[in-house]
């Protein structure tokens, strides 16, 4: 048995009240000819109705649609640092030894209005050559491992898939943690094998700090109350303080 989709029934039925109409009119008001002069009538401003309806209005709806998705996806990032992204930043900042290089163009005041693109282009041109020793490892492991349910719930988030360099962000960090998870023990490596695990990490704490830049800029065009939390929360900056008025 043939199921008929419910929009070929749906389109039927309009079809034939459509005729209805029109034969109802005939019959009743008796003037074909003016009948057919407003069915061509009609049926040529289907055409201008089509175009207002796909292109305009869809393209509304779109946009609309789009910007409530950025702004969930913007919620998941906030959680995400929260959580996690702000404390690894700062254990990955404090085994950075060239963290003195960041640590000027990514500071600023509360009052200030940073230059987002020029931070940017800094955190992307930064070398990210971190050496960690096998204490880092394992304080990294801790860290990461105590968070794994709550990557694998971000993961899953269908929102982050329209996002793809935090994706790629939440992937690194994730294969981080399986790396070292994998490890029977995180001292006594090989050279080489140091050497691999710190650009596992190096890979997470670009595109992390990459990210907390983005993240900053969002804030401070929507949410100058978090926008402000953020900058006294500095990981960047030795001196700040989230007491407002003190600093370190």
Not at 62 to 71: C, D
Not at 95 to 114: H, N, R, T, Y
Not at 170 to 189: D, I, K, N, Y
Not at 192 to 202: F, T, V
Request: glycine share 6%.
């Amino acid at each position: 048995m043939i199921r008929i989709p419910w929009q070929a029934r749906l389109g039927l039925l309009l079809i034939c009240c459509s005729g209805i109409v029109y034969s109802t009119k005939i019959l009743l008001i008796d003037n074909i000819s003016g009948t057919i002069e407003y069915l061509f009538n009609s049926f040529g401003f289907v055409f201008i109705n089509v175009l207002v309806v796909t292109l305009v209005i869809n393209e509304l709806l779109s946009v609309r649609s789009k910007r409530e998705r950025m702004e969930k996806m913007n919620m998941v990032i906030g959680v995400f640092f929260s959580e996690v992204g702000s404390g690894l930043l700062c254990r990955l900042i404090s085994i950075d030894q060239a963290g003195e290089q960041l640590e000027k163009p990514l500071s600023f005041a509360i009052d200030s209005v940073p230059d987002f693109k020029k931070m940017e282009k800094k955190a992307l041109s930064h070398s990210y050559s971190l050496d960690p020793s096998p204490a880092d490892f394992h304080d990294l492991f801790e860290y990461l491992y105590s968070k794994n349910d709550f990557f694998l719930r971000l993961l899953e988030n269908p929102v982050l898939l329209e996002h793809q360099s935090f994706t790629g962000l939440l992937q690194a960090t994730f294969h981080l943690t399986e790396e070292l998870s994998r490890r029977p023990v995180l001292t006594g490596l090989p050279d080489a094998d140091c050497a691999h695990l710190a650009g596992d990490i190096n890979r997470v704490y670009r595109q992390l700090t990459y990210e907390w830049i983005r993240y900053l800029e969002y804030l401070s065009r929507n949410y100058p109350y978090l926008y402000s939390l953020a900058v006294r929360t500095n990981p960047f900056d030795g001196s700040c303080s989230v007491i407002i008025g003190k600093k370190i």
